[in-house]
């Protein structure tokens, strides 16, 4: 289901660069798939959990109820953004150069960090999964100042109101597809410990900000920058 889902969205992003009409279709193929894939693993680990189940077990079983749903929500936003594809293909919108730019920057910290959330997902690699939550951020925080440059490109004439529709709509997409990943990685860490409140934890990562969360975050900072 994970690997589908990186399959859904990474074929999105292609659509983006360079639309056809099989490539989007085979989106909205692949998002059923994942669909059935929610619905069937949900019902079978709600069925296990009656169960008497090892310590392992009862790990394994809580974090993938905690996944399942984020991958599905990762594919249904990589259906979001074939759509804005299709949108731009056939109205033939033309973003500025500045947002072309900037949409590819994003684009690549999006794609790191859901290659990232699904390799330590799949290879249970905790250590991989401390690296999400420090690049989330980044992603929340380019996404912001995208939106404020977006908004001078509206005043300034230099985009039109159909390109920032479509624009704000692919940010929204990848601002959420990168909250679903820091979810993941979230469950994956949080479920160590005997009380799992992803709240919390997520809050309390926040706060330390330790010497790990601050390297990552600098690193992220200096790779996907948007030119002034």
Known sequence: MAIQ??????????????????????????????????????????????????????????????????????????????????????????????????????????SEIAGTAIEAFINNNLQLAEKIEPLEELIDELCDELKLHHVQRLKHGTCSLNSGFVFNDILNNYERIADHCSNIA??????????FDAHEYLGSVKRMKNETYEKYFDAYSKEYIIQK
């Open 5 to 110: 889902a990186k399959e859904n969205l990474f074929l999105s992003f292609k659509l983006l660069n360079s639309f056809t009409q099989e490539d989007y279709e085979r989106v909205q193929y692949i998002e059923k798939i994942v669909d059935r894939y929610e619905d069937k693993l949900g019902t079978y680990l709600l069925k296990v959990t009656k169960n008497e189940l090892s310590d392992e077990q009862n790990e394994n079983t809580g974090k993938f109820l905690h996944t399942i749903t984020d991958f599905e929500r990762i594919s249904d936003h990589a259906v979001n953004l074939s759509n804005s594809a299709k949108e731009i293909y056939e109205k033939g919108i033309v973003f500025s150069d500045d947002a072309k730019q900037e949409l590819r920057v994003l684009e690549n910290a999006v």
């Open 186 to 195: 979230v469950a994956m860490i949080a479920l160590e410990s005997d009380n």
